[in-house]
């Protein structure tokens, strides 16, 4: 999949930024990610994942917005990764209308609450603080489409795999996508939970 295949607003934003083509982690998953497939996708550090979940979010989202309700989740490890991934996102939406907010440990509960209700396309999270959420009915995940872990070896430690394993009992239809950059014992574990058809695509 080369970057002419995508929406046109987003085409012309990877255009500005400089991104001129696909690299070669990109071509592999971008299709893959398109088709709707559940996906393990392992590739070492610096290799375009966090571009190829961006671009892949933006583009399964028509990059537009939509009613109230989140239509991607993205779980990250700290509130550090989460403001990051957030000021990356709003580099690529930038021209058009999708609404992105993160959700971390810090923050007042009840603000976030009322931030999500509001209206978001796409939620950057952590685990804990998301769960929380979910708990107090803070975030309704009927409309979501994207289910995504990102550098997703984090859930190895403390109590994140937990809090994450919740949150697809209460979802009926969604994409599934893990991050990382080596396949650890306890990512394997998601396919016992929701992710028994996943496929992996891995890069050396």
Same mark, same amino acid.
């Given at each position: 999949?080369?970057?002419?295949?995508?929406?046109? /607003?987003? +085409?012309?934003?990877?255009?500005?930024?400089?991104?001129?083509?696909?690299?070669?982690?990109?071509? *592999?998953?971008?299709?893959?990610?398109? &088709?709707?497939?559940?996906?393990?996708?392992?590739?070492?550090?610096?290799?375009?994942?966090?571009?190829?979940?961006?671009? &892949?979010?933006?583009?399964?989202?028509?990059?537009?917005?939509?009613?109230? &309700?989140?239509?991607?989740?993205?779980?990250? *490890?700290?509130?550090?990764?989460?403001?990051?991934?957030?000021?990356?996102?709003?580099?690529?939406?930038?021209?058009?209308?999708?609404?992105?907010?993160?959700?971390?440990?810090?923050?007042?509960?009840?603000?976030?609450?009322?931030?999500?209700?509001?209206? /978001?396309?796409? /939620?950057?999270?952590?685990?804990?603080?998301?769960? +929380?959420?979910?708990?107090?009915?803070?975030?309704?995940?009927?409309?979501?489409?994207?289910?995504?872990?990102?550098?997703?070896?984090?859930? &190895?430690?403390?109590?994140?795999?937990?809090?994450?394993?919740?949150?697809?009992?209460?979802?009926?239809?969604?994409?599934?996508?893990?991050?990382?950059?080596?396949?650890?014992?306890?990512?394997?574990?998601?396919?016992?939970?929701?992710?028994?058809?996943?496929?992996?695509? +891995?890069?050396?």
């Amino acid at each position: 999949m080369s970057f002419k295949k995508l929406k046109p /607003v987003l +085409k012309s934003t990877l255009e500005e930024m400089g991104f001129e083509s696909a690299n070669a982690f990109q071509k *592999k998953a971008l299709p893959k990610i398109k &088709s709707g497939a559940d996906l393990y996708l392992i590739a070492p550090r610096n290799s375009g994942k966090t571009t190829a979940l961006i671009i &892949s979010v933006i583009q399964q989202l028509n990059a537009e917005a939509f009613e109230d &309700s989140p239509r991607a989740l993205i779980f990250v *490890k700290d509130k550090e990764a989460a403001l990051a991934l957030e000021e990356k996102f709003r580099d690529f939406t930038s021209e058009t209308d999708l609404r992105v907010y993160s959700a971390y440990d810090e923050q007042n509960i009840d603000d976030q609450k009322d931030a999500i209700y509001y209206g /978001v396309d796409i /939620v950057i999270a952590t685990p804990q603080r998301l769960s +929380k959420l979910f708990s107090m009915t803070g975030i309704h995940l009927g409309q979501l489409k994207m289910f995504v872990i990102e550098d997703a070896e984090f859930i &190895s430690r403390g109590g994140h795999l937990n809090h994450i394993l919740r949150i697809p009992l209460s979802i009926s239809k969604c994409q599934y996508l893990v991050f990382g950059e080596s396949m650890e014992p306890k990512m394997e574990r998601l396919q016992e939970q929701f992710m028994d058809r996943a496929q992996i695509i +891995k890069m050396k």
